[in-house]
């Protein structure tokens, strides 16, 4: 999967449905978890954060048996300490995408997972936000499996930090 930047996209864009997902690009700079927003009205801004040490206590794992595991303590290990919005003076064209999983798919998953302790359908409402983040493993895994989702993929030119144009560039039902 490999590493790539978030996109924020508050331009209208030609598909209502993923207006307010949150979208991935590996064309911007180098991929390393950064946030940017294209701006309703066509602006680009870096999200540029400074991070800090999260204390042990208020990790996620924190106090239950899975903290001794391999990578838990890792978990929530570091938190935004300060973020500065900037304007980038940005000229160029990349793309950004995103998926939908089809409510088949959805209603498929929600039987099949088990998991033993928790309000299941709270759960998964959980892992279905983060997803289109590619924040969840697990639900990633499900939709591997299932394979059934709609793939929106669009294309931005940028000349002096403007969008001058945004292009659609594919809409697919994967199956």
């Known amino acids: 999967m490999g590493m790539f930047n978030t996109i924020t996209c508050e331009y209208e864009l030609p598909d209502p449905e993923v207006q307010n997902h949150l979208f991935q690009t590996k064309d911007l700079f180098e991929n390393v978890l950064e946030e940017y927003i ?3 009205s066509g602006t680009m801004i870096w999200c540029k954060k400074e991070y800090e ?3 042990e206590e208020e990790r996620p794992n924190w106090g239950t048996p ?3 595991g391999t990578t838990s303590k890792l978990m929530g290990c570091m938190r935004v300490k300060n ?3 900037i304007e980038m003076d940005f000229t160029g064209v990349f793309n950004f995408y995103t998926y ?4 088949k798919t959805r209603k498929t998953i929600k039987e099949a ?3 033993p302790d928790v309000e299941v359908e709270d759960e998964l409402e959980s892992l279905f936000e983060n997803v289109n983040a590619g924040l969840t493993e697990q639900v990633d895994d499900l939709i591997d ?3 059934a989702f709609v793939w929106y993929e669009y294309k931005v030119k940028f000349v002096d930090g403007k969008l001058i144009r945004l292009d659609k560039i594919s809409q ?3 199956d």
């Open 100 to 103: 939908v999983i089809d409510e």
């Open 66 to 68: 899975a903290w001794d």
């Open 53 to 55: 040490e999260t204390p």
């Open 113 to 115: 997972v088990v998991m």
């Open 145 to 147: 499996d299932y394979n």
């Open 83 to 85: 973020q500065t919005d």
């Open 172 to 174: 697919q039902i994967q």
């Open 38 to 40: 294209i701006t309703s």
